[in-house]
Structure formats: structure tokens, C-alpha cells
């Protein structure tokens, strides 16, 4: 039972580049997560998955873009690189509410330069 | 409107201490509490969570927390700190969203602990 796998671990962006990053959980969550964390400001949530083919956008979804075309995996792209995104981003997931613990992947290092 | 607060920022304590980690919250029903934390480079671990019934509950590391619906609180407490406590921690509430059981997670910012030999 590997948990939540997030790859890359990092990555170096020129702006205006595009990626992948990724995220597969083997927990059976219906609930999946990604967040950025930016030093003293906490989490801030991206955008949601509550299953495979439903998605929503959280606090701070300008500049990304989900799907969720399975289960486990739920990839996250950002199209046009600035360096605004640069951060370190998580991947998480939960069975559904009420029971809200999240399971938190390793998280990736991104830096736009 | 809903928030976390965690006023401190930054703790620093001697190793074999005690600790708190203060939090509180602003909603108007019964919350789901939970405290995580962060090694440095790590993704977060929970320590524990409350969602009903005994008001003290017990986590993983030795790390204990108590609700105080009078005070909107949920006080995270360690009796003897060791060295690997140092840490980001965090404290997060599930609020209830419309009806039924959905609910969304609401993050404080984090107190950063850091543990003196």
C-alpha cells in the first residue's frame, strides 16, 4: 500500500512552459485533492475531485487544470508557466465526508524561472 | 466567516518541555478538528482528529488535543517535547457545506516549531 505518490519530486520550468504533475492514490478514495503551499501561507486549495469524472475548483484554480478520468490518479497541468506558480504543491485524498482525513502525498518542488 | 487561526507564528522550546499549539476557530455549528503536521520536506502526517465525544483526545507521537466548544479552541499539547518535534503544524477544521454530509477543510497558517537541545 504505497499511499499517495506525487511525481516529479521537482522540476525547473522556463515561463510560459506546460507539465504534468502527477498524483495516484491506491486507498480507493473517492476524494482527491491538490493544494499549493507557499512559505507562511499555509495550504490553499486548487482544485477537488469528489470521483472519477467530477471535478471543482478550491480557492486558487486560475492558471491550472484537473481531470479525473479514474479513481486513483489525478493529474494536475499548468498550461502557460509563470512564476507566480512557482511552489511546492500537494496531492491528497480522503474517502467521502463525513470522515474528512486527508492522506497527503510527498509533494513536488516547482520552480518557474 | 468560517476561519483558523493559529496566533503563533513561530514556538521555540528546550527539549523536554512541555508544549502548546494554539488554535481556534470561527464556526457556528459543531466542527470536525484535526492538528497535522509537517517535517521538514515532508508531506503533512495527521496527529490526531476530533469529531465527537470525549473532548480530549490522544494522537500519534505523544501529542494530545482538547476541544473547548466555550472557547472555540482545540489546543494542541505535547507533555515532553523531544528533538523530531521540530516542525511545521497545522491545524484544520471541516465545515459543513449545505446539506447533507459534504464538508470542506479550512487550514490555519501553520506555527513552526523549533526544539533547543
Known amino acids: 500500500n504505497a499511499g499517495v505518490t506525487q511525481t516529479p519530486k521537482f522540476r525547473i520550468l522556463k515561463i510560459g512552459q506546460s507539465m504534468t504533475l502527477q498524483c495516484a492514490q491506491d486507498m480507493n478514495h473517492n476524494y482527491m485533492y491538490w493544494y499549493r503551499q507557499d512559505p507562511g501561507m499555509g495550504l490553499k486549495l486548487i482544485y477537488y475531485?469528489?470521483?472519477?469524472?467530477?471535478?471543482d475548483k478550491g480557492e486558487v484554480p486560475n492558471g491550472y487544470n484537473v481531470s479525473r478520468s479514474t479513481t486513483e490518479d489525478f493529474p494536475l497541468r499548468l498550461e502557460l508557466a509563470a512564476p507566480s506558480q512557482t511552489s511546492v504543491y500537494f496531492c491528497?485524498?480522503?474517502?467521502?465526508?463525513?470522515?474528512?482525513?486527508?492522506?497527503f502525498g510527498p509533494g513536488t518542488r516547482l520552480t518557474v524561472t | 466567516a468560517q476561519s483558523v487561526t493559529q496566533p503563533d507564528i513561530h514556538i521555540t522550546v528546550s527539549e523536554g518541555a512541555s508544549l502548546e499549539l494554539r488554535c481556534n476557530y470561527s464556526?457556528?455549528?459543531?466542527?470536525?478538528l484535526f492538528w497535522y503536521v509537517q517535517s521538514p520536506g515532508q508531506g503533512l502526517q495527521l496527529l490526531l482528529k476530533?469529531?465527537?465525544?470525549d473532548t480530549l483526545v490522544q494522537g500519534i507521537k505523544g501529542f494530545e488535543a482538547e476541544f473547548k466548544r466555550s472557547q472555540s479552541s482545540f489546543n494542541l499539547r505535547k507533555p515532553s517535547v523531544h528533538w523530531s518535534d521540530a516542525a511545521e503544524y497545522f491545524c484544520?477544521?471541516?465545515?459543513?457545506?449545505?446539506?447533507?454530509?459534504?464538508?470542506?477543510?479550512?487550514w490555519g497558517l501553520g506555527t513552526s516549531l523549533a526544539v533547543n537541545p
Open positions: 475531485s469528489v470521483g472519477a469524472g467530477i471535478t
Open positions: 484544520a477544521v471541516a465545515l459543513r457545506t449545505g446539506a447533507g454530509n459534504n464538508r470542506k477543510l479550512i
Open positions: 476530533y469529531f465527537s465525544g
Open positions: 464556526y457556528g455549528a459543531t466542527p470536525y
Open positions: 491528497a485524498s480522503s474517502y467521502s465526508t463525513p470522515r474528512y482525513e486527508q492522506y
